[in-house]
């Protein structure tokens, strides 16, 4: 979604109703972020919401993207925003030669999560479709890329192939370099 660098759009200022909201919205589908809410996303601040091409909004706190959103898909975390924070998100893991296709913008395919080097949570903690999930590179400590599963992690360890996630934002794409003036 976001190979190509971008330019951000219009900018405005979200209203103070809506930025309740979205703050809800972010503690409901991200609960592990409630202690860090204030920190992350003070009530007083303001936040500004950037149009991207492809109808993709993100939302930003001083010059600092926070998360993005395509039409009316879940609010996905900024990668920056995963690396300040990276145990208040799902994981899974890639194996090392999932990595080049990852940061080179290809679709997350079953088999790098299902091979060796490869990680998901075990049967107590599925992950569902539709779900965010960061995904962590084997041998390494940061996320390398964030966004939206296609099916669930169960279905995943069972098939061991297909989609996983099509459309991610990772690390070095557009979204990465966007600068917010």
């Not at 190509?4 to 609960?31: E, L, N």
Request: hydrophobic content about 40%; charged content about 25%.
């Amino acid at each position: 979604m976001f190979k190509k660098d971008i330019s951000a759009g219009a900018k405005s200022k979200v209203k103070s109703s809506a930025q309740r909201a979205i703050r809800t919205k972010i503690t409901d589908t991200y609960p592990l972020l409630a202690p860090v809410m204030d920190e992350l996303m003070p009530k007083k601040s303001q936040l500004d919401l950037l149009k991207l091409p492809d109808r993709v909004s993100l939302y930003a706190l001083d010059n600092r993207p926070l998360f993005w959103q395509h039409m009316d898909d879940p609010l996905i975390p900024h990668l920056k925003v995963v690396h300040q924070y990276p145990s208040c998100f799902s994981k899974v893991g890639i194996d090392r030669g999932a990595i080049r296709f990852v940061l080179s913008g290809a679709t997350l395919m079953a088999p790098g999560l299902t091979s060796t080097g490869g990680s998901l949570p075990d049967s107590e903690h599925l992950i569902e479709d539709g779900e965010v999930v960061v995904v962590v590179a084997e041998g390494k400590d940061e996320a390398c890329m964030v966004g939206q599963l296609k099916q669930g992690t169960e279905d995943i360890k069972e098939k061991k192939k297909g989609v996983v996630i099509d459309q991610g934002h990772y690390l070095g794409d557009g979204l990465w370099n966007l600068t917010i003036d």
